[in-house]
């Protein structure tokens, strides 16, 4: 069930990528509401949220004024609306395996959850699979 308190999810994804379906389930269990939106083309959505090129992965979301790109955990969305900072928007560079969406099996690789400020410059924001 939807938590009430949190903000409507905007996902945009590739109608044929499973991983983006897999990772929205992630999301919707986590209490978020998620609308999805399949396009064949994402590029225009990335670049209108201020993504860089360098952090790309296969979907796109948005939430509030954020950009959510890639395999991020729930709770690290959670997070970045709860202490709202001054920021484009959390992103999970490419698609590391164990990522919420990416799970096979056992196999995980340890990757980090990067906040975009305003101007671009990244820090990171969660590591996980340590």
């Excluded at 897999?22 to 949220?49: C, N, T, Y």
């Excluded at 979301?61 to 991020?72: K, L, M, N, S, T």
């Excluded at 709770?75 to 990522?99: F, I, N, T, W, Y």
């Excluded at 410059?121 to 996980?128: C, E, G, I, L």
């Amino acid at each position: 069930l939807p938590d009430n308190n949190l903000p409507l999810l905007v996902v945009y994804k590739s109608p044929t990528c499973g991983c983006c379906e897999s990772w929205v389930g992630h999301m919707q269990r986590a209490g978020f509401p998620v609308e999805v939106r399949d396009l064949q083309d994402l590029g225009p959505i990335k670049a209108e949220a201020g993504v860089p090129a360098s952090l790309g992965s296969c979907h796109t979301a948005r939430i509030g004024d954020y950009f959510v790109e890639g395999h991020v955990p729930p709770d690290d969305v959670k997070r970045l609306l709860a202490e709202h900072p001054d920021a484009r928007g959390l992103a999970v560079p490419g698609m590391p395996q164990g990522s919420p969406g990416m799970e096979q099996g056992r196999a995980s690789e340890p990757y980090d959850v990067m906040l975009v400020a305003k101007d671009g410059s990244t820090s990171v924001f969660a590591r996980h699979g340590e």
